[in-house]
Structures are given as structure tokens and as C-alpha cells.
């Protein structure tokens, strides 16, 4: 059986990786495209999800790519369809619409995937089994790019929902949360926030663990050149580092893992599984870490910021 999909949202993303990894992956394949402003050749096109499922084109599963304000009624649109669910990162605005989604699928037999495409990178699950067998003692994420490169232009990333400086560093999130033996809870933040902006560009956090190790993050989206997505951690067995977001990894400076990314094609791929197996995996813990940053975090004021 090859599951019938329609792709709601046709952005940048959408467009250099969800459409590649779809055509790329057995037992999916495209059915329909749901944007506003853009159209794809050779497959039915719609203004937005509700006529897509209003259309009679037929298609068993919708992947969300829009941004997370108003995701909740288009996913909610979805399952009420009766259709499986993918949810591009983030998987909502809130945890609780994340939850209520995932119930809803549990209550309708139907699938639904929370995707965090950095834990598909090729080092994180080599990682997660060296440190399953270590003591880790200590963690340090530096997470630092330039906003004006991955995101010009897109406004909703600084309003309420957007994230601001959380949307590349919930990837961060989604790895650590992963790859560690054990849960963590934050314990500090400092979120700096542009004056004319409603979303932080920068954050610094403080995590602690009940085996007594400390995590600490710094976020940063005004770095220019080049780009920083690293983790670092010391363990009894010696120091561990994940690079490039996830990709590459080193134990005491030598590699370990240094392979080409299909994080995509693996979402797709676990997409494909989840539904044979009539199960459902949405993992909110990457996203409660952000709304406890904005919760505990001390906010703090710093220079307007201009696209």
C-alpha cells in the first residue's frame, strides 16, 4: 500500500526537502498540494487544507509545513477528515494543542507524527548509544547562525508563536532530549528580546538533571560567517562532540561519524512505519523545554532589530 499525501504548506522547506524526501521514499507518494501562494505542476493544487479535503481528490495523510500560528485548526481539520497526520517542527504553538491533537488521533485510530528532524541526523543516534553506556558529567550546546540567511523576510517568526531564536533552537533541544540517558529541567534562563520585537533573538539556559550533570545552551541568531550547531559533552568514557546540527560526531577529537544527511527521508520513512503499525509518536518534551524557558526565563532588552 502507498500512502496518498497531501502537502499543506509549499515554502522553502517544503519545497528543498519535503518534496525530495517524499519522492525518494517507498510507500508514500504525493497526491495533492494545499498553499496559498504557490502551486506545483502535475498535482492538484489548493488554497488551503479545507478544500483540499472539501475536493474528493483522494488522499490518506496530511503533512502540515505551514507555520505554528493556526496549525492547531488545520491539523484539527485533518484528523477530523480522517486523515494521518505529520506535523513539521513545531508541531504546534502551544503543548497543550500538541496534546489535544494526539489524543484526538488515539481517539480516531489514526497516526500522528510530531517530526523533529534533527534527531534524524546521521551522529545522533551513534551518539545516543555511546552515552547510554557513559556517565555524563557535564553538557554545552552552542547553537549560533544568522537569522538574515535561513529566515529573511519572515515576519512570523517574530511574532507571539513564532519563537523567534527558539525555532533553530528547539533543533538543539529536540537532539539533547534524545541523546541523553536521562530527562533534564531547566533551571535559568535569560531571553534577550529585540525592542521591536515580540520573539528573543538570543537566550541563555541552564538545565539540571537528577543524576546531578548540568546543560548549558546559548542561542544566538545574530552570529555572521560561519554557522555554529554543536554539543558538547563530557563523560567518564571521554569527551563526545556532535557538530554541523547533528551530522558529525567525535570522541576525543577523533571521528566517529561524519555521514551525509537524509533527515527527511528518515522522517518519511518512520512516517511510513508509524501508519502500517497503526501507531502514533509525538514527543512534546523539546517544545515544554522553550515554554519553560519563556516562563522562568528574565527578559531582557536589546537593540532593535532589522531584516
Not at 114 to 136: C, D, I, M, Y
Not at 189 to 217: C, D, K, M, W, Y
Amino acid at each position: 500500500m502507498t500512502i496518498a499525501l497531501a502537502l499543506v504548506g509549499l515554502g522553502k522547506i517544503a519545497r528543498d526537502q519535503h518534496l525530495p524526501a517524499i519522492a525518494a521514499t517507498p510507500g508514500i507518494g504525493l497526491a495533492a498540494v494545499a498553499s496559498r501562494n504557490a502551486g506545483l505542476d502535475g498535482v492538484p493544487c489548493f488554497a488551503d487544507i479545507h478544500a483540499a479535503l472539501a475536493s474528493g481528490v483522494g488522499f490518506d495523510a496530511v503533512s502540515l509545513c505551514t507555520p505554528p500560528q493556526g496549525r492547531f485548526e488545520q491539523a484539527k481539520a485533518a484528523l477530523e477528515a480522517g486523515r494521518h497526520l505529520m506535523l513539521e517542527k513545531l508541531p504546534g504553538m502551544t503543548v497543550t494543542e500538541v496534546r489535544i491533537l494526539a489524543a484526538m488521533a488515539r481517539e480516531k485510530g489514526l497516526t500522528a507524527f510530531a517530526t523533529w528532524h534533527s534527531r534524524e541526523a546521521a551522529a545522533v543516534e551513534p551518539a545516543r548509544a555511546f552515552l547510554a553506556g557513559s556517565t555524563v558529567r557535564s553538557v554545552r550546546v552552542t547553537w549560533k547562525e544568522d537569522v538574515r540567511k535561513w529566515h529573511p523576510g519572515q515576519q512570523w517568526i517574530w511574532e507571539p508563536g513564532g519563537l523567534g531564536v527558539f525555532d533553530p533552537g528547539i533543533n538543539a533541544l529536540s537532539i539533547v532530549t534524545r541523546i541523553l540517558p536521562e530527562p533534564i529541567f531547566l533551571t535559568r534562563a535569560v531571553l534577550e528580546f529585540p525592542r521591536n520585537r515580540g520573539t528573543p533573538i538570543a537566550a541563555s539556559l541552564a538545565f539540571g538533571s537528577r543524576a546531578g550533570f548540568a546543560v548549558e545552551a546559548a542561542f544566538d541568531w545574530r552570529q555572521t560567517g560561519p554557522q555554529t550547531w554543536d554539543i558538547e559533552v563530557e563523560t567518564d568514557a571521554g569527551s563526545l562532540k556532535l557538530s554541523d546540527g547533528g551530522s558529525r560526531l567525535t570522541i576525543d577529537g577523533r571521528p566517529a561519524v561524519g555521514e551525509p544527511d537524509m533527515e527527511y527521508r528518515r522522517l518519511y520513512a518512520r512516517f511510513v512505519e508509524l501508519v502500517g503499525r497503526g501507531e502514533s509518536d509525538v514527543d512534546v518534551s523539546p517544545l515544554a523545554h522553550v515554554a519553560d524557558a519563556f516562563l522562568l526565563g528574565e527578559r531582557r532588552a536589546v537593540e532593535p532589530f532589522e531584516d
